[in-house]
C-alpha cells in the first residue's frame, strides 16, 4: 500500500538552563538568578508529494546492534528499511534523515556513515564522511527540502556501534520515490 497523503516535521533545538549568583555576590544574600536560553527550535515541514518541499515515503524502525556490529541498509531498494505499515520504500531522495539512540550504548557512541561500498553521501557531502552520536546527546538530523539523491551506486547508509554493550537506534527518513 502507497502513502496516499501526509506530512513531516523536523526539529531542532539547544535548551539549557543555568543557575547564577547575582553579580558581586558571592554567598548568601540576594537570590539566585535563573537564566533560560534557547537556539534554533527550527521547524521545517514538509507536505505530501514528489517536488521540492514534499514527501511520499517515510520510514520509522528501531534497530538494535550488538557490540561493535554495524549494519548497513540500501535506500535504493526499499526492502531494508520498510515504510509505516511494512511496504517497501525506495528513496530517490531523502528529504529528512533523524537517527537517534533510543536505548542501551556506552561513551563510544555510533557512527552514521562511510559504507563499504556504494555509500550514500547524505548530507555530508561525501560518502566517506561520518557523524558520531551519543546515548543521552542530540540526534543525528539533517534535511533539505530539495533532498540528497539515491541511486543503485549511492545508497547505502551505515550504522556502526563503536561501543562495548547492545545500543537501540531509531532510523526515521522521509523522502520521494522519484
Known sequence: MAMTDGNVSAESKFVCTGTYPPQGVTTGGASNIRVPWSAGNDVGTLTFGTASGQIDLITVSDRTLTAGSSATYDLYTGTDLRDLVGGTCAFRKVKIVQITIVAGGDTAGVTIGNAASDG???????ATHTQTIYPSGPAFVQGSPAGVAVGASTKNLKV???GAVSVTVRIAI???SV
Open 120 to 126: 550514500w553521501a547524505a548530507f555530508f557531502g561525501a
Open 160 to 162: 556502526l556501534n563503536n
Open 174 to 176: 522521509a523522502g520521494t
